[in-house]
């Protein structure tokens, strides 16, 4: 991470400071309404609320994690998505112990009972806090389909009591999401212009980054069929042009007939069929977005034969890919 953010983050906050005289109870008045002070019973400890850490109107705002301090059980009235820029802290989440260490995020849903045990001077963490709103935009430039982080982030949004509570991405060494995140931390610290669109584009393209590698995320109350589900798509994620089921069970140590049965039983459809959706699509957002034309498009895709690419394609979207073209208004301005 940047040495200038690293230096802003370090420095000792009004809070640390009467936290390192004595005083390291969290101060209640700077995360809950004064009406709220304690839980119910779907939602033990005290609720942490948007409107106190947040100015009118924003949608996101970015918090350094506060040294020091244990904060008991609560949750949130918004949506808390955590990145870890050097160090660790340790949370229990709906019960679950979760360490951060450095590099590493965490996306919490908005009824995750969240309990934080307290940061060393140099575990520096900083906090996302976001209304389900801001997401509207990023999902936007998520594909349609299985996708277990749209999934999730939709759930958020909603605000539903879902099984899985948070998702945990150990992404440290992942370039591309190591500098997405920083860029948004930048934008939010330095309050530039404009910054609401640059934020959401962002999240967009993190979202993005992250769907490829959902394969590292845990989570709680998941079971080995999701998590091998969420392998097969992220697999297929990457490698759609030319993943071989064969290629995919090698690196799982599975039988491959074993692989195959396993990937229809839990998603309902084969391997193929999963591969080819997952082709289709992104042979749609290439002539949306893109001025390749359709035989490179279906080459770049994984079909050298662009006949059967034609027929695929108008099965599945009902018109030729000219036609899907035309009838999406492409434009490169």
């Known amino acids: 991470m940047d040495q200038l953010i690293l230096n802003e983050l370090h420095k000792i906050t009004p809070e640390e400071a009467r936290a390192l005289e004595g005083d390291q109870e969290y101060n209640r008045e700077l995360y809950q309404a004064p009406s709220q002070t304690a839980g119910t019973d779907s939602t033990p400890g005290p609720i942490f609320d948007a409107q106190k850490l947040m100015d009118s109107g924003r949608l996101i705002t970015i918090r350094k994690h506060t040294r020091f301090v244990h904060f008991p059980k609560h949750s949130h009235n918004y949506v808390e998505v955590i990145y870890m820029c050097t160090g660790k802290t340790r949370h229990i989440i709906n019960g679950n112990e979760v360490l951060l260490e450095e590099g590493d995020i965490l996306f919490l849903n908005q009824n995750a009972i969240q309990e934080i045990y307290p940061a060393g001077e140099d575990d520096i963490a900083v906090n996302f806090i976001i209304l389900p709103a801001f997401f509207d935009y990023a999902l936007q430039m998520l594909e349609v389909g299985e996708n277990p982080l749209r999934s999730f982030v939709i759930d958020c949004m909603r605000g539903e009591n879902r099984p899985s509570a ?110 080819q959706n997952k082709r289709l699509s992104q042979a749609a957002y290439f002539l949306t977005h893109t001025k390749m034309s359709i035989a490179d498009i279906s080459i770049a895709i994984g079909y050298e034969n662009i006949s059967y690419f034609h027929r695929i394609f108008q099965k599945k979207y009902g018109m030729t890919p000219r036609h899907y073209r035309i009838s999406h208004q492409f434009s490169t301005s």
């Open 166 to 275: 948070y998702l945990h991405f150990k992404v440290r060494d992942v370039l591309p999401i190591q500098n997405l995140i920083e860029n948004l931390i930048w934008t939010l610290m330095n309050k530039q212009q404009n910054n609401r669109s640059i934020n959401q584009a962002t999240m967009g393209l993190l979202l993005m980054q992250l769907t490829n590698y959902a394969y590292t995320a845990e989570t709680d109350h998941m079971s080995e069929g999701e998590k091998l589900v969420i392998t097969v798509l992220s697999y297929i994620e990457t490698h759609y042009k030319d993943g071989e089921l064969s290629i995919l069970a090698d690196r799982l140590h599975y039988d491959l007939y074993f692989l195959s049965r396993e990937i229809k039983r839990l998603t309902g459809e084969n391997y193929t069929i999963l591969l």
